[in-house]
């Protein structure tokens, strides 16, 4: 199956060394090496002067749980009037990576510039120190506190106007922070989109794509187990069929009274999660009374987007500021 992958080499080689480190910093008994991952987590500072048409700062929301957003915001864009907001999630299986890691900073960098509008990415707790609800407590508190406090953002940015995004283990935290935020009530923050990238759900069942261990190069059933595990709290009630990993499946949260954002997904023919993104998207047309739209792309592993040289990763960007700028219209 890995043949089939569209991936040049240089790429390739690269997945397979990162894979392997972050593999020897990941033990069995569920705990990290996190000295060793954060030497394995190359960091980008902020940068206040325009850096591809982007500059960029950081925000403390709470400092007794190093909770913080770093802000894209673009300079050089034709856009009129105000910016959209989208807040960001990044991925990592909960585990790794921050808003500063290089590959996360350029990736939202690209976002912001392209879109274009203030991209907040969110520095949330990480697992296994912090399980389960952290996360979640932490991606909600970023929405209270820009609703509160606007002036954190420039001037021209509409939190009328609110998208929210995330990929992997961050469009998991995407999806559930945009549902509590349904259930909300702000001030002035809207949120009138969802963007998940190519999501991290799971469940009981093993599907079609993780028997075959699709697109193991990058991730595979080993490594998923492993962050669920690790995410995931001590006590009973507590399996991949919890509605916070399996979200379409037997214990899946009833959201059909719920305002929730049109949505966009986005899969990888050689990613082994493909399957419960797939049912996601079919949970999400029969439960949201929503538009629910899905891109696909056959040839792409998991976390494709993260390497700006790809076609692909190009398409994926231009995909987002489509589907954003049209969302924006409907709401003018």
């Known amino acids: 199956m890995e043949a089939k992958a569209s991936l040049p080499l240089k790429i390739r080689v690269l997945l397979f060394l990162l894979h392997a480190a972050t593999k020897s910093a990941y033990r069995p008994n569920g705990t990290v090496n996190r000295r060793l991952l954060n030497l394995l ?16 700062y950081d925000v403390s929301v709470d400092p007794s749980r190093n909770l913080w957003f770093r802000a894209f915001v673009p300079t050089d864009h034709r856009r009129p009037g105000y910016l959209p907001v989208v807040v960001y999630f990044h ?17 939202c960098r690209r976002l912001s510039g392209s879109i274009p509008a203030v991209v907040v990415s969110v520095n949330y707790r990480l697992a296994p120190e912090h399980r389960y609800p952290a996360q979640y407590e932490d991606g909600f508190e970023a929405l209270k506190f820009l609703d509160d406090n606007p002036q954190e953002l420039p001037e021209n940015a509409d939190l009328s106007r609110c998208f929210i995004a995330g990929d992997s283990a961050g469009g998991n935290l995407g999806h559930h922070v945009a549902k509590r935020a349904c259930q909300s009530q702000f001030q ?24 075959k261990q699709v697109g193991s190069l990058t991730l595979n059933v080993e490594r998923t187990d492993w962050y669920w595990r690790t995410f995931s709290p001590p006590g009973e009630g507590w399996d991949r069929d919890h509605e916070v990993i399996n979200v ?39 439960s949201s ?15 494709f987007y993260a390497f700006p040289e790809l076609l692909e990763s190009k398409q994926l960007i231009l995909e987002v500021s489509k589907f954003v700028n049209m969302q924006m219209e409907r709401y003018s």
């Open 91 to 107: 991925g990592g299986g909960f585990v790794t990576f921050g808003p500063d890691s290089r590959p996360f900073d350029a990736l």
């Open 248 to 286: 379409s499946g037997p214990r899946a949260a009833d959201i059909s009274r719920l305002d929730f954002p049109t949505t966009l997904i986005f899969v990888g023919g050689m990613d082994v999660l493909q399957d419960w993104q797939r049912r996601y998207y079919e949970w999400l047309k029969r």
């Open 41 to 56: 987590d190359l960091k980008a500072p902020p940068n206040p002067k325009p850096f591809k048409g982007v500059k960029s």
């Open 188 to 211: 002035q923050l809207r949120v009138i989109g969802l963007m998940a990238l190519q999501p991290f759900f799971g469940g009981e069942e093993r599907t079609e794509s993780e028997k």
């Open 289 to 303: 009374g929503k538009e629910v739209n899905l891109v696909e792309y056959p040839n792409m592993v998991h976390g």
